[in-house]
Nanobody, 122 residues
Framework: QVQLVESGGGLVQPGGSLRLSCAAS????????MGWYRQAPAKERELVAG???????NYADAVKGRFTISRNNADNTVSLQMNSLKPEDTAVYYC????????????????WGKGTLVTVSS
């Protein structure tokens, strides 16, 4: 079974913080790099942070120094701590394997969770 469930989004003022969480099925999570992606209105979905099964991380330049990705290999969860949020961080945030072809191969389809909406506005 393939499943991704994101949570933790909401409305926050510029400069504020949010913590996103993702529960993944073991088939996607175990041994695979995971990442957080986001899609802003009228824009393509982009990868903002990734983490290997061993804990090595990388970040898009736009979020470097503000976002921190982590994972718990015991319960198949991946989190994204977002600090110093800006209006341009407004988007629907998704978690998925990196690359997403890992999930596509497991599910036989272009599978994404429902995502969680982050709105940064005063």
């Amino acid at each position: 079974q393939v499943q991704l469930v994101e949570s933790g989004g909401g409305l926050v003022q510029p400069g504020g913080s949010l913590r996103l969480s993702c529960a993944a099925s073991a088939s996607i999570f175990s041994g695979n790099p995971m990442g957080w992606y986001r899609q802003a209105p009228a824009k393509e979905r982009e990868l903002v942070a990734g983490i290997t099964s061993g804990g090595m991380t990388n970040y898009a330049d736009a979020v470097k120094g503000r976002f921190t990705i982590s994972r718990n290999n015991a319960d198949n969860t991946v989190s994204l701590q977002m600090n110093s949020l800006k209006p341009e961080d407004t988007a629907v945030y998704y978690c998925n394997a990196v690359p997403v072809s890992i999930t596509y191969r497991l599910s036989g389809a272009n599978y994404w969770g429902k995502g969680t909406l982050v709105t940064v506005s005063s």
